[in-house]
């Protein structure tokens, strides 16, 4: 079945250090692709997406490309800031209606 | 002018008991789905309904049972609660064809 496979965290950081959290996912078809972010103590809220193949999605100086040849949709960042500390979730949705989550991946940015 | 909201954020109750969590959405979507967050922070689908259609049954105990009385609410109802029912859960909702999600705040269940 489709899934979502995401780096373990936490990943630590100094601010304005760059920024890559890996997502690679299996998937029959051509699925939509999102980055979901959680503050702590809040619910999800959308960061990105890209519909199809070579998309990039963008937002808030975070960015990935949708890679239908290595099955994957990294995201990015040149310069984090503490305020970027949060959990990370990447996610695909096959238009079943259903998003399917990875694990999530905990960054920890430091000044 | 919030656009997925749940009641309560926190719920503490005791084992065998039943509760309810509340969903609205008021962004006129036609989708609500339900999600269970673990300590771990793992997401998992429960429940989707479309127009107050049971879509997504991901094998949810039959102690819980998703009411949808319009389109802009989707309740949550637990029976018998359980140790393993504490978690986060998370109301979403999205337009039909479009499958971006908006989630609410999340409501805390602890179960004692």
């Known amino acids: 079945g489709n899934s979502v496979t995401q780096m373990e965290g936490p990943v630590t950081l100094s601010e304005e250090a760059f920024l890559t959290i890996n997502c690679t996912y299996t998937?029959?078809?051509?699925?939509?692709l999102f980055w979901y972010v959680q503050y702590p103590g809040e619910g999800l809220q959308l960061l990105l997406k890209a519909t199809k193949a070579d998309d990039k999605g963008s937002n808030k100086g975070f960015e990935a490309t949708y890679r239908k040849e290595t099955t994957s949709f990294h995201l990015e960042k040149g310069s984090v800031q503490v305020s970027d500390s949060a959990v990370y979730f990447c996610?695909?949705?096959?238009?079943?209606?259903?998003?399917?989550f990875g694990t999530g991946t905990r960054l920890q940015v430091f000044p | 002018d919030t656009a997925v909201s749940q009641t309560p954020k926190y719920l503490v109750t005791q084992m065998g008991n039943d509760k309810s969590i509340k969903c609205e959405q008021n962004l006129g979507h036609d989708t609500m789905y339900w999600y269970k967050q673990d300590s771990k922070k793992f997401l998992k689908i429960m429940f989707s309904y479309n127009n107050k259609e049971l879509i997504i049954n991901e094998t949810v105990p039959n102690r819980f049972s998703p009411k949808s009385p319009d389109k802009a609410h989707l309740n949550l109802h637990i029976n018998s609660l359980e140790l393993g029912d504490s978690a986060v859960y998370f109301c979403?909702?999205?337009?039909?064809?479009?499958?971006?999600?908006?989630f609410g705040p999340g409501t805390r269940l602890t179960v004692l």
């Open positions: 996610a695909l949705s096959d238009n079943t209606d259903k998003l399917i």
């Open positions: 979403a909702s999205s337009q039909d064809l479009d499958n971006e999600q908006f």
């Open positions: 998937a029959t078809g051509y699925p939509s």
